[in-house]
C-alpha cells in the first residue's frame, strides 16, 4: 500500500505499516538495522557524482530512512531530520534560522532547557530572545519586530501546560514573514498535526512516547517544503546523526505508541479528575480539564492529549519533598512518556512571565501504563504526607 492509501487509514493501522515496506527486504516484517560509516562506490564516476541512495552513513541510512517516512507520513511533512535528543530538535532549527541581529519570539512557558539555550548560547551569536505570554494569541502581532525571524511555540507549555492558539500566532507571524516553530512533544502528531494548523517546523522529543520505553535519547524535526531545505542545510553541516539501533527502536516503538498514548491518556485523565477533590490540591493543570483556561483551545484544536499533567499542591519545599519521598510507584526521575509513573518537583525559577503566582507548590506527574487505581492509592500517601509535613 503507497503513501497516499495509507494516509486515509486509522491512525494506528498507520502507526502499524508506515514508514517500511517488507518487500524492500525479503519480505521481513521489520527493517534492517545498518550499522554503517563508509559507503562504497561501484565506480570513480558515481563517487565524483554521488549518485546513488546512500553515499555516507551521516546523510542517512535505510534504518533511519524508514523512521524518517513514518514520522513524516504523520506530520504531513515534506522532510524529517532525526538528532541525538530531544534538545537538539529545538536547537537546530533556531540555529538554522536565526542570524546575529534577529528578533526571536519565544514562548515563556518553554522547556527550561530551551530557556538556557537561549539566554546563552543565542544571546552569545548576537540573537535578540524576546519572551511572551503563552495565552497571547493574535495579540503577537503587537510584539513582532521588522527582524523578528522566528516565533517558537510549545502547547501546552511545559510544566504549567498553558494552552497556546496556535492558528492565531501563526497567522500574524506568516503575515510579518516570520518562521512558525513548535515543541509539539506533548501531543504528537498523533492528537495534534502541527503543519495543518500554520506551523512550519513541527519538534518531537522521541525519547517520549515513539520510543515509550525511557531507554532512547533522540529527537524529531519535520519541516513543509518551505522550510526544509535550509533545515537540511544546517543539519548537514553540523554533522548531526543518529544511530541505526537508535532508530530500530523508535521505529519499534511507534508501532505500538497509539495503544500506549491512549492508556497513557485514560489514566492521566481519571487521575486528575480524581485530584481536583482532594485536600491539599489547590489546582490541577490538565487541559483536558473543563476547568482548565485552556480548555476551550483544547478541544477546538487537540484529538486528545498526553499522560503529564501538574498539580498544585498546599505549602512549599517541604511539603514537596514529603509528596515525592512518599511515593513508591511513581519514581522520581525526569523525562516522561515511558511505561512508568514518575514525579518531580517543578521549578519555575527560568520563567520571566508564567507560573510565578501559584498559591503553592507545583508537582509534574508522567502518569504511566500502570493500573490506574493503584496509582491513585500512590498519589493519595504522597497527599497524606504533605498535609502531615
Not at 552513513?57 to 530512512?65: I, V
Not at 506533548?186 to 519538534?203: M, N, R
Request: net charge negative; aromatic share 8%.
Amino acid at each position: 500500500m503507497d503513501k497516499q492509501s495509507r494516509s486515509k487509514l486509522g491512525i494506528n493501522t498507520r502507526l502499524a505499516h508506515g514508514g517500511y515496506d517488507p518487500t524492500d527486504y525479503h519480505g521481513f516484517v521489520n527493517p534492517p538495522v545498518v550499522h554503517a560509516s563508509t559507503v562504497l562506490f561501484p565506480d570513480a564516476q558515481t563517487m565524483a557524482t554521488g549518485n546513488q541512495p546512500y553515499t555516507y552513513a551521516t546523510h542517512g541510512t535505510p534504518t533511519t530512512d524508514a523512521l524518517c517516512r513514518a514520522i513524516d507520513e504523520l506530520e504531513g511533512s515534506a522532510g524529517t531530520l532525526l538528532v541525538p535528543s530531544g534538545l537538539l530538535a529545538v536547537t537546530l532549527p533556531l540555529l538554522a534560522f536565526l542570524s546575529p541581529g534577529d528578533h526571536l519570539l519565544m514562548v515563556d512557558s518553554c522547556y527550561g532547557n530551551t530557556h538556557y539555550f537561549c539566554n546563552t548560547t543565542l544571546k552569545r551569536l548576537g540573537v535578540e530572545v524576546e519572551y511572551y505570554d503563552p495565552l497571547i494569541g493574535a495579540g503577537i502581532e503587537k510584539l513582532i519586530k521588522p527582524n523578528t525571524k522566528v516565533v517558537f511555540t510549545e502547547s501546552p507549555g511545559s510544566n504549567t501546560f498553558e494552552m497556546q492558539d496556535i492558528p492565531a500566532i501563526a497567522e500574524k507571524a506568516h503575515a510579518a514573514g516570520a518562521v512558525v516553530m513548535m515543541d509539539n512533544t506533548w501531543a504528537t502528531p498523533i492528537h495534534f498535526k502541527a503543519l495543518d494548523y500554520g506551523v512550519d517546523i513541527s519538534i518531537h522529543a522521541v525519547t517520549k512516547y515513539p520510543s515509550g520505553h525511557a531507554d532512547i535519547l533522540m529527537g524529531t524535526v519535520s519541516a513543509n517544503e518551505k522550510h526544509f531545505k535550509t533545515l537540511e542545510q544546517t543539519y548537514t553541516a553540523l554533522g548531526l546523526c543518529v544511530s541505526g539501533d537508535d532508530a530500530y527502536q523508535v521505529l519499534r516503538g511507534l508501532r505500538t505508541m497509539g495503544l500506549r498514548m491512549e492508556r497513557h491518556a485514560e489514566n492521566a485523565l481519571a487521575i486528575a479528575e480524581w485530584l481536583e477533590k482532594q485536600d491539599g490540591v489547590l489546582e490541577v493543570l490538565h487541559p483536558a480539564l473543563p476547568s482548565h483556561a485552556g480548555h476551550e483551545i483544547y478541544k477546538r484544536d487537540f484529538t486528545g492529549g498526553g499522560g503529564v499533567f501538574s498539580i498544585v499542591i498546599e505549602g512549599g519545599k517541604a511539603q514537596a519533598h514529603a509528596f515525592l519521598d512518599a511515593l513508591e510507584i511513581f519514581g522520581l526521575g525526569y523525562s516522561w512518556g515511558g511505561f512508568a509513573s514518575l514525579a518531580v518537583h517543578v521549578r519555575l525559577n527560568d520563567r520571566q512571565i508564567t507560573g510565578k503566582n501559584y498559591a503553592g507548590t507545583v508537582i509534574r506527574l508522567q502518569i504511566g501504563l500502570e493500573d490506574k487505581e493503584d496509582l491513585i492509592a500512590d498519589i493519595a500517601k504522597g497527599l497524606a504526607a504533605a498535609r502531615a509535613a
